[in-house]
């Protein structure tokens, strides 16, 4: 399996969400790991971000990631993600954690536990160090 598809089986475990599409400015700065910074730069070279260590707000380390460079993710275009198919496991998240919760009252199938959180990043993370490796 390529990292592309496990990357993929990964986000296809998350459930579903009634987006309302009303929460843009909840977008950035954005979190990811280095192989999903090359899924998003594939296809929009322009994606300012800074390598660094990403930890989550309990302090974990996740390993070494990406984080935009700047307030707004530059990918919202007219209130709206303009790459939504690529976007980093942080954003999928948002809206299934309860203490990550849309302000717009959009309700996923079923809530994501922080730990479910958690073990998710670092399987992604896992994901992209083995993908970068491998990678020339």
Same mark, same amino acid.
């Given at each position: 399996?390529?990292?592309?598809?496990?990357?993929? !089986?990964?986000?296809? !475990?998350?459930?579903?969400?009634?987006?309302?599409? *009303?929460? @843009?400015?909840?977008?950035?700065?954005?979190?990811?790991?280095?192989?999903?910074?090359?899924?998003?730069? @594939?296809?929009?070279?322009?994606? =300012?971000?800074? +390598?660094?260590?990403?930890? +989550?707000? &309990?302090? #974990?380390?996740?390993? /070494?990631?990406?984080?935009? /460079?700047?307030?707004?993710?530059? +990918? %919202? $275009? /007219?209130? #709206?993600?303009?790459?939504?198919?690529?976007? =980093? %496991?942080?954003?999928? +998240?948002?809206? %299934?954690? #309860?203490?990550?919760?849309? =302000?717009?009252?959009?309700?996923?199938?079923?809530?994501?536990?922080?730990?479910?959180?958690? $073990?998710? *990043?670092?399987?992604?993370? !896992?994901? &992209? !160090?083995? @993908?970068?490796?491998?990678? =020339?």
């Amino acid at each position: 399996m390529t990292p592309e598809q496990e990357i993929e !089986r990964v986000y296809s !475990r998350l459930p579903s969400i009634n987006c309302k599409r *009303l929460c @843009a400015e909840c977008c950035g700065p954005i979190a990811m790991s280095v192989f999903e910074h090359r899924r998003i730069l @594939a296809v929009a070279p322009e994606f =300012p971000a800074k +390598l660094m260590p990403v930890r +989550l707000e &309990s302090g #974990q380390l996740i390993g /070494d990631g990406f984080v935009s /460079d700047c307030g707004t993710c530059p +990918l %919202l $275009k /007219d209130g #709206q993600c303009s790459h939504y198919a690529r976007r =980093p %496991l942080v954003c999928r +998240l948002w809206g %299934l954690v #309860q203490t990550m919760r849309c =302000p717009y009252g959009c309700t996923p199938a079923r809530w994501v536990s922080p730990r479910e959180s958690f $073990k998710l *990043l670092n399987e992604v993370e !896992r994901i &992209s !160090r083995k @993908a970068v490796k491998c990678s =020339p």
